[in-house]
């Protein structure tokens, strides 16, 4: 059908159609000056409305429609609903209704009206012309676009005064919740999620996304801003299927917003970019993430809701313009009340987090990447790429040092990690690049020890005197130790090349993490402090003044691997470590590293009860084989818990949960067997979590989408629960029925027949010479590259050795040495023309 209406009194300034396949096509329009009329097209009656022929293109006023003289088309007239512009207009079949917009005219003000004399701004009229339950909404200047959720009736709107306001229908004399940040007029606004996101552009094309249940802004998109032409319009799509927005100017753009999650391969992220800080708050007993993507996150981790979100917690102007700052490290009071961010940049903020305010903001130094940060009683301990530890009084009105008092410099390098003590007196260690670990006194904040990782059983002395200082030499772009990509572990300086052996004690060890165990008391027979390095050996150390270096262990089973992070429960009887590969291992530590260290046991029965899938009881497994030679600690399990990087741990002892963050965006909920529960943040919900209650046999675990394949024997054994996993064949029925599957068992061993052979070695020639010529039978001599970084070599691994082939003994051998025999070379040669 191809009709034309004319003769309208006023032009369409906004439209929508609605066609289902059940009911006729409807289209609704609103012209400018607010009236409202409803279209309803009946292509069937066209046929049999006249005996005439009609022409191609039917032409029909407003008026024949209106008094039915057109049976094709039915009109209803709601008219003037709204006294300006409509702006937009919506169907809305959740209730049988539709919604109208309209602006105020600029040149009228109605600020200084009262309510009764103001003009309705939006309008929810059923489709019944009849219908009295009109809802209208009053707006100081009008509303220019809105949208609306069915499922919980949330009415969001924009208009020129550059603020969101958000609606309970069924209240409309007063918004629920009004956002502000935009700072030009809203002209187009949609929901994501069940309104779970409100995106809204303004006139100077700058997108903004709003969190509706925390009320706050979580991004602004302004990339619009700079490629369209200013002054110029632009207008809006969204493409709810494909969740895209288009937005036209003098250009057509179509982006991408929070794309739908492809839950078959991956549940989702916790963060935008890579996550440094994983805290659990006990007071609240709530989880708090920072990442790199500058934000602060308060999780509810029993029920996945994020309960406060802190955008942009820490801010730099670079070429005039506001970037965020990567949060590196983080830290709570001793009240669990606030918390202390660090950030890459060397700014420190004091939050109190559940007001989303900041209390204090202090520079360490500039472009000083903060590694670590204690809060002990009212005095603040940050420390960095700045070489010493900085202290600072936690509130400003009692800062005798408002620049920070320095402590002594013993580190020649940055300074990577830091640990405090559990138990008193209290001590912090701290430990450089270069390997240097020192042991401070946090009373008087001197160091009464200092040790070398890379050679532990020597202390190196720690000077009264200071000399004066030496700039440290820039060696490369620094780049934070937390940075790693898939497939690629990327190390903070340079890429770690492999050396011989007999070379790689040349080479200084970096402490990646340290540890206290919080239970042991500070006695020198105890080890009581964990290291690992950057070449995957963890050392034990004892904090006592006559303590030291009490041993070591490797906690790797992967060549360039090398351990990030690690945690204990609070009795310190099982380890949790992770790895830049993306691994995370639990250890049994008990009785290690004490002075009845020879009556080290494992209660096995006990730890089959918390571990499905015991580790050391198995054969198979590089992670089994690579601790074979070492009693002690015992390892339990291990499992590959992300796809890269694994930057924090977080062990729950109320509950039986260990948490780990990566640099892969996510933070994942894990049973202490290894048994997956969840991602923060995803869309895939799981049952509910008890606060001080322990997992209970019968709950659903799953596996990680992203771990279902291309995982070794031992993370597919311990994700399972050390249950095998069944083979399933399809077996096609054979009279045309549906196929059937068959689920095979594979707890039996598997039988592998016999296979018949030939019975006896081949005798050579295998193939016939006479037919194919086969190649000489040369050696292939290897490439010769020396080393020329060392002063000194071992020439002699260089060396090759060529093959030596026996020559065989025979007549014509021993004839051919005979007369090689006879020949005189020294002699002058016989001239046969001359006689003697």
């Known amino acids: 059908m191809k009709l034309v209406i004319e003769r309208l009194p006023h032009p369409i300034s906004a439209m929508a159609y609605r066609f289902n396949h059940l009911e006729p096509g409807k289209l609704i329009t609103g012209d400018y000056d607010g009236h409202i009329r409803l279209f309803v097209f009946y292509p069937e009656r066209?046929?049999?409305?006249?005996?005439?022929?009609?022409?191609?293109?039917?032409?029909?006023?407003l008026q024949d429609v209106l008094h039915g003289k057109y049976p094709p088309v039915e009109c209803t007239d709601y008219g003037q609903l709204l006294q300006d512009i409509v702006r937009s207009v919506q169907f809305i079949e959740s209730l049988g209704s539709f919604i109208v917009c309209a602006e105020e005219n600029p040149l009228t003000t109605s600020r200084s009206r009262s309510r009764s004399e103001q003009s309705c701004s939006m309008v929810i009229h059923p489709l019944e012309l009849s219908s009295t339950s009109v809802t209208k909404f009053y707006v100081s200047r009008g509303v220019t676009c809105f949208a609306f959720e069915p499922s919980n009736e949330l009415l969001v709107s924009g208009g020129p005064d550059c603020d969101l306001r958000l609606w309970d229908i069924h209240r409309p004399d007063k918004p629920s919740v009004v956002l502000v940040g935009h700072t030009s007029s809203i002209t187009f606004v949609f929901l994501q999620d069940a309104a779970e996101k409100i995106y809204s552009l303004d006139q100077k094309k700058i997108i903004k996304v709003w969190d509706v249940r925390n009320r706050v802004l979580l991004q602004t998109f302004s990339q619009f801003s700079t490629v369209l032409v200013k002054g110029v319009p632009a207008c809006a799509y969204y493409n709810t299927r494909e969740r895209e927005l288009v937005v036209a100017s003098n250009k057509l753009f179509v982006t991408p917003c929070c794309p739908e999650i492809a839950l078959d391969r991956t549940d989702g992220d916790s963060h935008t970019k890579p996550v440094s800080v994983l805290l659990y708050n006990e007071l609240y007993q709530l989880l708090v993430s920072c990442g790199f993507d500058s934000f602060i996150i308060v999780w509810d981790h029993r029920m996945n809701r994020k309960m406060t979100i802190i955008t942009e917690a820490h801010t730099q102007v670079r070429n005039g313009v506001l970037e965020p700052v990567e949060i590196t490290a983080a830290c709570f009071d001793g009240k669990q009340q606030l918390l202390l961010t660090g950030a890459r940049n060397g700014s420190l903020k004091i939050w109190n987090i559940s007001g989303r305010t900041c209390l204090r903001t202090i520079q360490m130094d500039d472009d000083c990447e903060v590694t670590a940060v204690f809060w002990q009683a009212n005095r603040i301990l940050a420390m960095g790429w700045n070489h010493r530890v900085v202290e600072y009084a936690a509130f400003a009105e009692n800062d005798e040092y408002p620049r920070g008092l320095q402590w002594r410099k013993l580190h020649s390098d940055d300074i990577l990690c830091a640990a405090v003590s559990g138990t008193a007196p209290g001590v912090m260690a701290t430990s450089s690049y270069a390997g240097e670990l020192v042991f401070w006194m946090l009373e008087t904040g001197q160091p009464y020890r200092r040790y070398d990782a890379t050679n532990p059983r020597s202390r190196i002395p720690i000077l009264f005197r200071e000399g004066p200082e030496s700039k440290p030499r820039k060696l490369t772009p620094r780049r934070s130790m937390f940075l790693a990509s898939s497939g690629n572990v990327q190390q903070r300086r340079l890429s770690r090349i492999v050396m011989p052996s007999g070379l790689?004690?040349?080479r200084r060890l970096s402490i990646q993490s340290l540890l206290f165990l919080p239970s042991r008391p500070m006695v020198a027979e105890y080890g009581t402090l964990l290291g690992s390095l950057d070449n995957g050996t963890v050392q034990v150390w004892s904090h006592h003044a006559q303590g030291g270096f009490k041993g070591n262990f490797n906690g790797i089973h992967m060549a360039g691997d090398r351990i990030i992070t690690m945690a204990t429960d609070k009795a310190n009887r099982f380890l949790f470590t992770g790895t830049a590969l993306g691994y995370v291992k639990t250890w049994y530590i008990e009785n290690g590293w004490i002075p009845d260290e020879d009556k080290f046991h494992v209660n096995k029965p006990a730890l089959r009860v918390m571990f499905p899938f015991l580790l050391n009881d198995v054969v198979p497994?590089?992670?089994?084989r690579s601790t074979r030679e070492q009693p002690k600690p015992w390892l339990l399990n291990s499992y590959q818990a992300h796809r890269t990087c694994v930057t924090g741990l977080v062990y729950l002892d109320a509950t039986g949960l260990l948490l780990s963050c990566s640099s892969d965006r996510t933070i994942r909920l894990w049973s202490l067997g290894g048994r997956y529960i969840g991602l923060l943040g995803s869309p895939v919900n799981w049952e509910s979590l008890a606060t001080d209650v322990p997992l209970p046999t019968e709950y659903r675990f799953r596996i990680p989408p992203d771990l279902q394949r291309e995982v070794s024997f031992?993370?597919?054994?311990v994700l399972r629960g050390g249950k095998d996993?069944?083979?399933?064949?399809t077996k096609s029925g054979g009279t045309g029925g549906l196929a059937g599957t068959i689920i095979v068992s594979t707890d039996r061993q598997k039988q592998t027949p016999l296979i018949g052979t030939y019975g006896s070695?081949?005798?050579?020639?295998?193939?016939?010479?006479t037919v194919l010529k086969l190649p000489t039978k040369e050696p292939k001599l290897r490439t010769i590259k020396l080393e020329q970084t060392y002063p000194s070599l071992p020439l002699y691994g260089y060396m090759v050795q060529f093959p030596i082939k026996p020559v065989e003994k025979s007549a014509n051998v021993e004839l051919l040495l005979d007369k090689t025999k006879m020949l005189q070379?020294?002699?002058?040669?016989?001239?046969p023309d001359v006689r003697d």
């Open 825 to 831: 070379f020294k002699e002058e040669p016989h001239d």
């Open 714 to 717: 031992t993370t597919a054994k």
């Open 621 to 624: 497994g590089r992670a089994k």
């Open 46 to 61: 066209k046929a049999t409305s006249s005996s005439e022929t009609y022409s191609a293109i039917t032409r029909v006023t």
């Open 725 to 729: 996993f069944p083979r399933i064949r």
């Open 761 to 769: 070695a081949l005798v050579e020639p295998i193939l016939n010479t």
């Open 504 to 506: 790689e004690q040349m």
